[in-house]
């Protein structure tokens, strides 16, 4: 594919021409292709199972990042692909959108998502490196906030107040559930190819690889190097195993917390309407979890992140039993729930700077620091594939009851704590940074 470019390179611009813009392209399709696609299909009739099952399939793209990540060095540069991978997905989500009416239009969307993913996970790839490669590492620190910042501004855009205006097409203009996502899945598209075209006159290039023009056999001998490097690291399996665990509960939250809030009362679970769903995980979820990860990021800096890393493991988990709460109590106060969820997404935020910055710190330094940490975050994006495609299963062997599903969750989210107690720290203790506020 060959790259969409200006007739000249672009000048040089200031970081907040182009870094907000990027991360915000970057949140945009994470958040549609594991999220929003999951509410769609439970709109349009599909069970938990199937669901869990099949948009679980969509994390694998981010899996196997470390797998192509080296491939890409040698052709193109690394605005190039950025640029590619916007016009992708754009054109990816619009023909999800014109699916939509067709009769076999199940398997035609998944297959679109899955394009979309894979061009996410490139572009992830390919505008981390821009960010890394032309920001100095002082700059990078002042620009990390606005880049979190912005990644999540795309996923409250999209799981937030996009599912929110599917609920008002759909009850306030009495719209189809097709027509409704017609309109919002091909208004993602719109804004992706916005963003392609004004990266085409910001975005600037990135440091050309070392592999550039050099051809598939360097990149594939390079990438035998990396995969080596990085199996011989110290202790590199139990650090491996606290990575996949550290989330493992957390996992199932994000498949079925939102299938539980949608589910009828009958079926055990709130009856929240699309509108209430999105204000829930757009506004309130969101305004939590990044509360969250300030407070987390603030707290491992002071007490070193080999001290607070258990405390911000028991942080992420414990809460989990927030939705075992709901499940037994079942209110009908939305002011509650909203309470409990902010709750959970504000722990998940605080919690989670501990497993971003033990990837970062523990795992990733060396020659390949950008390729191992590729690799860490595969390994924790296998977390959500798994958890994700067992939690139909888990569901139908607890007779589809929420409460006993939620207490399975729980049960899942001591190891995780443990492990980390025992977790190996074989780089000393570094200053710790405010980790990004992204989850990508």
């Excluded at 509410?39 to 969509?58: D, F, P, R």
Aim: aromatic fraction near 14%.
């Amino acid at each position: 594919m060959s790259a969409p470019s200006s007739p000249k390179a672009p000048r040089k611009r200031h970081p907040l021409f182009w870094v907000p813009s990027l991360y915000l392209a970057m949140g945009i399709p994470n958040a549609t292709v594991s999220i929003v696609s999951a509410i769609m299909y439970k709109n349009l009739g599909y069970s938990n199972e199937t669901i869990a099952l099949y948009t679980s399939q969509m994390y694998l793209p981010w899996v196997l990042k470390p797998i192509w990540a080296p491939f890409l060095e040698p052709y193109m540069t690394k605005r190039s692909w950025v640029l590619s991978m916007e016009f992708v997905m754009a054109a990816a989500l619009g023909l999800v959108a014109f699916s939509l009416p067709l009769s076999d239009f199940f398997r035609l969307s998944l297959a679109f998502f899955w394009i979309t993913g894979f061009a996410s996970a490139t572009q992830d790839i390919a505008g981390d490196a821009v960010f890394m490669t032309t920001l100095p590492p002082k700059e990078q620190a002042k620009y990390a906030g606005v880049q979190g910042m912005c990644w999540n501004a795309g996923s409250v855009l999209t799981s937030g107040l996009l599912v929110t205006l599917t609920g008002r097409l759909h009850d306030g203009l009495h719209y189809n559930w097709i027509m409704s996502w017609m309109l919002i899945i091909g208004f993602i598209a719109v804004c992706l190819a916005l963003c392609g075209v004004w990266h085409l006159r910001v975005l600037p290039p990135g440091e050309p690889s070392h592999l550039h023009g050099r051809g598939f056999k360097t990149a594939f001998l390079s990438l035998e190097e990396t995969w080596v490097s990085f199996f011989r690291k110290e202790k590199i399996w139990m650090m491996l195993l606290v990575i996949f665990m550290y989330r493992f509960g957390e996992g199932f939250i994000e498949r079925f917390g939102q299938l539980f809030l949608m589910d009828p009362r009958s079926a055990g679970g709130l009856g929240l309407s699309n509108t209430a769903i999105g204000n829930l995980y757009g506004t309130l979820g969101t305004a939590g979890f990044i509360a969250g990860a300030l407070l987390g990021g603030f707290f491992a800096a002071r007490m070193t992140l080999r001290r607070a890393f258990f405390w911000l493991a028991i942080g992420l988990n414990v809460p989990h039993v927030t939705y075992y709460f709901l499940s037994i109590a079942m209110p009908h106060n939305l002011a509650l729930i909203g309470a409990v969820v902010t709750l959970e997404k504000f722990a998940f935020g605080f919690g989670s700077v501990g497993h971003m910055l033990y990837m970062m710190q523990q795992v990733a330094p060396g020659d390949f620091k950008m390729s191992h940490y590729a690799f860490a975050t595969g390994v924790m994006a296998a977390t959500k594939w798994g958890t994700g495609s067992i939690s139909g299963f888990v569901y139908d062997a607890v007779s589809k009851s929420y409460p006993h599903f939620f207490l399975v969750v729980v049960i899942a989210s001591i190891p995780p704590i443990i492990l980390a107690r025992f977790a190996p720290f074989p780089q000393p203790d570094a200053a710790s940074e405010p980790a990004p506020v992204g989850g990508h």
